[in-house]
């Protein structure tokens, strides 16, 4: 009965045939690299699996299709330190020989379903640009392409991963804001975002080993500035601001800026704020954010290397690269004062 079979099922190789014009053996011969069909046809029966969806078994993709030299990045465009990123990726792969593919992912649109549509695409490497996938994925993926996380760690998935020492990053914020003579630093944190955990550890860290575990305040937040403004709101209904802040990154410190700003905290006359990441935006007169430096160059070319290095020696164990980060200190923070307590 037809309204027992299944609504959709994975193409195979004979609906490829058909799409195709041509026989199951020449499709199959196609997919093995070998001789017997000419450059148009080739061409041809690969366009059709790709509209189809088809794809070989993922561990026999590369020897079935030839060398596509592809590196595919999963990226959210509503990240700017994200498209720093890729910026950096495009001269490093082309020096290397290997073309560069984006898929986006959003709302609407989940991480999965953007790197299928690069493996789709044929690509033989995926970097995913801050990943946010739920625990299973990234380990299953990782099982079946070479996948470099850029951002975060990913425990349990057999890839390379490339992030910042978030930690030391931390530490050197509260340590700044130390010199200045705040004791009461919150830290708005980043939520599940990537990087997060690393961040708020960090933090409550270095205020242990400045000797105020006692101040430590982790604010509830997210890397966007939505979050940013939410918890500013928070922070002016509980009650006494602390003297610094430092959020999760950039975004969410514009974010609490703007807030602040708004119901006449002056920053950083009444307070400090610090922000993660010294994306483009930070550095604009009219923001001039002191913020922790992530090289995204270096983090970039790290991250096509380890892709190249894997596709180019499969057996080779994944890596993990640690970039060290830097304080850039702006107009933001300043000595601790009076008009904040």
Do not use: W
């Not at 690069?118 to 079946?144: S, T, V």
């Not at 913020?291 to 020696?313: F, S």
Request: aromatic fraction near 2%; charged fraction near 30%; hydrophobic fraction near 40%.
């Amino acid at each position: 009965m037809t309204d027992r079979e299944p609504r959709t099922r994975r193409p195979t190789m004979a609906d490829v045939a058909a799409r195709a014009g041509v026989s199951r053996t020449l499709v199959s011969l196609i997919f093995r690299n070998e001789p017997g069909a000419g450059e148009r046809t080739r061409e041809r029966v690969l366009r059709a699996a790709d509209e189809l969806g088809y794809r070989p078994d993922s561990a026999a993709r590369l020897l079935a299709r030839g060398r596509s030299r592809t590196i595919g990045v999963v990226v959210r465009m509503d990240q700017p330190f994200q498209a720093e990123l890729v910026n950096g990726m495009y001269p490093e792969a082309e020096r290397l020989g290997y073309d560069v593919l984006l898929s986006a992912s959003g709302p609407g649109r989940d991480e999965r379903t953007a790197a299928d549509a690069l493996l789709g695409h044929r690509c033989e490497a995926l970097i995913l640009l801050g990943p946010k996938a739920d625990a299973r994925f990234l380990p299953e993926l990782a099982e079946n392409a070479v996948v470099v996380t850029v951002g975060c760690r990913v425990p349990g998935a057999r890839a390379d991963s490339v992030h910042t020492a978030d930690a030391r990053g931390m530490g050197q914020a509260v340590d700044h804001l130390v010199e200045l003579g705040h004791r009461r630093i919150a830290h708005v944190d980043g939520g599940r975002d990537p990087g997060s955990a690393d961040r708020r550890r960090g933090y409550r860290s270095a205020m242990r080993r400045r000797g105020l575990g006692d101040e430590i305040r982790v604010v509830k937040g997210a890397h966007n500035e939505d979050a940013g403004m939410a918890a500013g709101r928070a922070l002016l209904d509980d009650g006494p601001l602390p003297t610094a802040l430092i959020a999760g990154n950039d975004r969410c410190a514009m974010g609490l800026m703007h807030v602040l700003r708004r119901a006449g905290v002056e920053t950083p006359g009444d307070l400090s704020v610090v922000g993660y990441d010294d994306s483009r935006l930070a550095h604009l007169s009219h923001i001039d954010l002191t913020t922790v430096h992530q090289d995204a160059d270096r983090m970039a070319v790290h991250a096509v290397r380890a892709a190249v290095h894997r596709l180019e020696n499969p057996g080779d164990d994944p890596r993990e690269i640690v970039v060290e980060p830097r304080l850039v200190v702006r107009g933001t923070t300043g000595p601790c004062g009076v008009t904040s307590s």
